[in-house]
């Protein structure tokens, strides 16, 4: 199923392909039939494989078979950096997050589990519109939580994320009442890296005060800060444009 993922050659007569969803062309390759095949298989490896399931040299020579399609690109380079972060973490300036597992999980959100001091969750989702990866530090002995959301994009234009995960911020936060809370928010993206301050956003309502969104720091990291092999595969593919 691995190969018919990255479009591969399968050597044998592929007996133990789900030929509904994925099936062999002419030329001896694996395919998949349809963007929700290739998201379903993507959240059986993400629960039943490792970490690092995603950063074989094989995925990055995947992205020349998609050069032609986006859709695909954007898909196969979310993978791999979450692949990529959650075992080697993100260091950038004064940011940092570390290594840590992954926790794939279905729906809008999920429980934080206390027990996990650091983790990624990541929406096996197929249109999961806030983020990619929510990085979770959970200190029990000082009751402080650190959550850094994460969007990942290629695309020159792309949905107000942010906006996105701030809207339903409370419900990351169920079960956390005792913690005080700190909140980030990362691009990781084909550009320059960067960080703003962002204040406290209320709106006053006619009985009371609603906090929109915490004030918070944006940061932005580029893709070649994270992964230096995928982004020259992505400039050699669909170099981008001069300015």
């Not at 993400?46 to 995925?59: C, Q």
């Not at 999980?105 to 990541?122: K, M, N, P, R, W």
Request: glycine share 6%; aromatic share 10%; net charge positive.
């Amino acid at each position: 199923m691995r190969a018919c993922l990255m479009l591969r050659p399968i050597p044998s007569s592929g007996i133990l392909i789900d030929h509904r969803y994925f099936y062999i062309n002419s030329g001896s390759r694996g395919h998949y039939s349809c963007g929700l095949a290739r998201q379903a298989m993507i959240g059986f490896l993400r629960i039943h494989g490792e970490e690092r399931i995603f950063l074989g040299p094989e995925w990055l020579q995947t992205l020349e078979s998609y050069k032609h399609n986006p859709s695909a690109i954007g898909f196969t380079v979310e993978q791999i950096i979450i692949s990529r972060i959650a075992s080697a973490g993100v260091e950038s300036d004064n940011f940092s997050i570390r290594p840590a597992k992954i926790v794939a999980f279905e729906g809008d959100s999920t429980t934080i589990l206390q027990d996990e001091e650091h983790a990624y969750y990541v929406p096996l989702k197929f249109n999961f519109k806030a983020i990619d990866a929510l990085y979770v530090h959970l200190d029990q002995k000082k009751k402080v939580v650190r959550l850094v959301a994460i969007q990942i994009t290629v695309a020159k234009r792309h949905t107000d994320s942010e906006a996105a995960f701030y809207a339903g911020l409370a419900m990351w936060l169920h079960g956390l009442t005792a913690f005080e809370i700190t909140t980030e928010f990362l691009w990781i993206h084909e550009g320059q890296r960067g960080r703003v301050e962002v204040e406290e956003k209320i709106i006053k309502l006619r009985t009371k005060t609603h906090v929109n969104w915490p004030r918070h720091t944006v940061h932005w990291v580029s893709i070649e800060q994270v992964h230096k092999d995928l982004a020259a595969m992505l400039t050699k593919i669909r170099p981008l444009p001069v300015a």
